[in-house]
């Protein structure tokens, strides 16, 4: 008679738990407590802190956040199956946002542009289904459309710029990326790239190669992005807009690009000059 009593009340302990534990746990904060969240969900949540710090000029504060995301990140293993490629990568991006963040007179545009990396690469270790890399995905079509278009009428100096344009948006994704898309991929890309880079600063440009290449790069994005699922766009609407990493895009390339345009433009003087003096 005792023990059924006890196996009685433990029955009815046990269905107790089942009918009401998991409301009681639905029923908590949607921000779960630090102790019960894994390391990887502290530094997405970090990563976020600091962008938002980041955006509100609070420089020495997203600092401490990065100092310890770093601490955190070398101390955590890797997750299962990220490649050395990746993680190198990550750890990479890590320590340049640590850099740009202690300079003395630190470019504000620049910061936002590393926090806001760094936001990506490390939401792409916690979301694997929807990674918030993924909204970049009409950006970048744009970028590559523009790109043929003037590689089709040959416009040297509007496809120089075009491209500088889609570099930072690559260099930006790039740890993110690497998360997710294979080692091979990420080679392919990186073929890509260094193969405009060259042709770009060339005098005349090979419009056959690069309206070429620009084909395999428009497969590859669509690869990556979109891989066997039709939907790209993440649930929700991100705080990292693609309208505000392309405004950062333009804040950053701008100097450099004018100088470069003057450089080239005197490059291309010279072989003038000198063509004219070789008809002489």
Known sequence: ?????????????????????????????????????????????????????????????????????????????????????????????????????????????????????????????????QPLWKNYYNAYKEHLNKMMLLAASHKQHEFAYAFAQNMQLYQTLKPALSVQASSQDMEKLLSIYSFFLKETRKVEYNWGDISNVLQELTALIDKIFLGKDESTLAMGVPPESPTILIALIGSI????????????????????????????
């Open 253 to 280: 390339l701008l100097p450099a690009l004018s100088y470069v345009a003057w450089k080239k433009y005197k490059a291309e003087k010279k072989v003038r000059r000198y063509k004219k003096r070789s008809h002489d």
């Open 1 to 129: 008679m005792k023990k059924t009593i006890i196996i009685s009340v433990s029955l009815l302990l046990l269905v107790t738990g089942i009918l009401y534990g998991p409301g009681m746990i639905r029923n908590k904060p949607i921000d779960p407590p630090q102790q019960t969240m894994s390391a990887y969900q502290k530094m997405d949540q970090l990563s976020q802190d600091i962008y938002q710090l980041t955006k509100e000029e609070k420089y020495s504060e997203a600092k401490q956040l990065i100092d310890g995301l770093g601490i955190m990140f070398a101390k955590t293993t890797p997750p299962k199956g990220l490649s050395i490629e990746a993680l190198d990568t990550i750890t990479e991006t890590i320590v340049k946002a640590k850099r740009a963040f202690t300079m003395v007179k630190p470019d504000p545009s620049k910061l936002l542009w590393y926090s806001l990396q760094l936001r990506l690469t490390i939401d792409s270790l916690t979301h694997e289904e």
